[in-house]
């Protein structure tokens, strides 16, 4: 996706990125609700998908395709800048040597991009940490099957009793938000000083 919007001009491209972009927009639990409506049991795609044996709704598939949804823009748009930043005189050059396009696009733009894409992995992986309003409208807070974290911190601060528990949790997800920022700045660095050879 990041690929398309960043090399190809077509028809209907803003409506594209917009579409991509607008989880980061839209309130959590619309997205979950709509995300209800199309993949619960008698939604046009999850209906479909039952005949088959594959439920999203209200299983830990839910919790996981729900947490994707909303973490794929963060993933897309560093992505997308990195191919971008990539000179295409380069892909040019390897092409009119006779290189095929996927080789093109796994030996030179793929390695430039990499600063992007592993920044994106880390952040879609922080946001979907943290996901609770799509989640707990598409698939709720079940125990042991969809409780996430965020749900859970949630749950312990409405019982009595449960602040320790909630701070435990806080504490576990600040812990994991902020390696998994600081693991994207150094993989970043270092696979810029790797293709800069520096």
């Given at each position: 996706m990041a690929w398309l919007l960043a090399r190809r001009d077509f028809w209907g491209k803003s409506v594209l990125d917009a579409v991509v972009h607008l989880p980061l927009v839209l309130p959590p639990v619309v997205t979950g609700y709509l995300l209800l409506l199309t993949f619960g049991r008698r939604g046009a795609v999850g209906q479909w998908l039952a005949e088959f044996g594959i439920v999203f709704a209200f299983r830990w598939t839910g919790a996981a395709l729900a947490c994707g949804v909303m973490a794929f823009p963060l993933l897309v748009r560093p992505i997308r800048l990195s191919i971008e930043a990539v000179d295409q005189r380069l892909e040019q050059a390897a092409a009119t040597l006779g290189a095929a396009p996927w080789r093109v696009f796994f030996?030179?733009?793929?390695?430039?991009?990499?600063?992007g894409v592993v920044a994106g992995m880390m952040l879609g992986f922080a946001k979907a940490i943290g996901e609770f309003g799509a989640t707990i409208t598409f698939v709720s807070n079940i125990p042991g099957e969809t409780q996430t974290i965020s749900a859970a911190i949630y749950t312990l601060t409405q019982t009595p009793d449960g602040d320790a528990g909630a701070m435990r949790l806080v504490i576990v997800s600040i812990i994991i938000s902020t390696v998994a920022l600081v693991a994207s700045e150094v993989l970043a660095r270092r696979a810029?000083?790797?293709?800069?050879?520096?």
């Open positions: 030996s030179i733009t793929l390695p430039l991009a990499l600063p810029g000083r790797r293709l800069h050879g520096l």
